[in-house]
């Protein structure tokens, strides 16, 4: 990871409204709270507790995970806007050291007065949620013993069922999955579900992962059928939905790729936006990864810092189907990537509101 090489230059560089560094001297863990914008409301996004080669790594990756929360949030209609926290830890913490480092972060979190509210994110889990929860009310996804709605994954992968969709009639001229071939890389706790949602639309699953115990599983439980992990990016099929890892199409793989389109649950889909452009050009519709799965936002921020019913959270979840068909449409007309028009869609909300 490159960075700048002071803290003082990645604060000072960022057009994002605050940088907040703080050092946690007990753990000797950074603290980053990065506000991208606060222009369509308070801000959210994940707190990653990981190591980084230096604090100055930290911030930018704060900022930049930041400004796609921003990106995000705008897109998926919560009337948030874009933030990141980083706990950048010499090692990941256990016990009292991590119980007293959340608390601590969680007294600067109440000191900003909730400018950002924290997430789950790498690293990190409802359980300390609930602790950073002891010394501020600026968080959210905590355990439902503490107040919390659950886990994410059911609503993640609801959007992207409704993303998926949404493709398909980009694609073929039907949203009905019946008869279409839809490869799922990973089946974790998004994919699984994404793939048992089709299958019993009556599309023809194909799943990969690196667990053979999962995949296993979904093929007695669902019927579907299993190919190696190697083999599922170059997987002939109406839609490649990857819901394992980020940076699965590059310039290496594009050329690969069997399908009609990209759409699945994973962040950061693309080595780099240009892998857009590249994928446009070979013809092969991409959902941008930041609309098809933002349903775990609208579940968390929607239901425990916004007051959603399940209802409102379901037309929610269902919109991200419709944002994606205006993406796809406007793509179509102005001969554009969906990227292209989706950073447009942000830039237009953003400034309606501004
Ligand atoms: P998970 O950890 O439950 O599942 C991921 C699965 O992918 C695992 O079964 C793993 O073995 C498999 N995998 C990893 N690398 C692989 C590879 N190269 N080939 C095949 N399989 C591979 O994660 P989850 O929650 O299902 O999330 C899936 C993706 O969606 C992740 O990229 C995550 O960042 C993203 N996402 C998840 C959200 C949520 O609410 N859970 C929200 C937004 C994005």
């Known amino acids: 990871m490159t960075g700048p090489a002071s803290i003082e230059a990645a604060v000072a560089d960022w057009d994002g409204r605050m940088t907040v560094v703080a ?13 991208h914008s606060t222009v369509n409301g308070r801000s959210a996004g994940g707190c990653r507790m990981r190591g980084y080669p230096s604090p100055a790594a930290a911030v930018v990756d704060g900022q930049r995970l930041s400004a ?90 609801v959007g992207v069922y409704h993303g998926v969709r949404a493709t398909l009639a980009a694609v073929t001229g039907s949203d009905d999955p019946a008869g279409r071939r839809v490869a799922v890389q990973g089946v974790g706790a998004v994919g699984a579900d994404l793939a048992e949602r089709l299958a019993a639309d009556g599309a023809e699953v194909v799943v990969a992962d690196l667990d053979p115990d999962r995949v296993a599983a979904l093929v ?32 290496a793989t594009v050329p690969a790729l069997r399908c009609r389109a990209v759409a699945g649950a994973a962040n950061n889909q693309l080595e780099t936006v240009e892998d857009a452009e590249r994928l446009h050009a070979a013809g092969i519709l991409w959902a941008p990864d930041y609309v098809i799965n933002s349903g775990g936002v609208l579940h968390g921020a929607g239901l425990e810092l916004l007051g959603w019913s399940e209802e409102q ?5 269902r919109g991200i189907g419709t944002t994606l068909t205006a993406i796809f449409e406007r793509s179509a007309a102005e001969n554009r990537s ?12 953003l400034a309606a509101r501004a």
């Not at 050092?23 to 506000?35: E, K």
């Not at 059928?225 to 990016?233: C, G, S």
């Not at 959270?313 to 979840?317: H, I, K, N, P, V």
């Open 68 to 157: 796609a929360m921003t990106r995000k949030l705008a897109l998926c209609g919560v009337p948030m806007g874009g933030g990141k926290s980083v706990l950048a830890v010499p090692a990941q913490p256990t016990g009292a050291a991590r119980t007293g480092l959340l608390r601590r972060f969680g007294e600067l979190l109440e000191s900003l007065g909730g400018l950002y509210s924290a997430a789950v994110d790498m690293n990190t889990s409802p359980e300390d949620m609930d602790v950073i929860g002891e010394t501020t009310s600026h968080v959210f996804c905590r355990t439902e013993a503490f107040g919390g709605r659950g886990t994410t994954a059911p609503a993640t992968a």
């Open 338 to 349: 969906p990227l292209a028009v989706a950073e447009d869609l942000v830039q237009e909300r």
């Open 313 to 317: 959270l379901a037309d929610r979840l």
């Open 220 to 251: 007695a439980r669902l019927g579907v059928r299993a190919v190696p992990p190697d083999r599922v990016l170059g997987e002939e099929c109406d839609v490649l939905a990857p819901c394992a890892a980020g940076g699965v199409v590059g310039p």
């Open 23 to 35: 050092r946690d001297a007990p753990t000797g863990a950074w603290i980053v709270v990065a506000v």
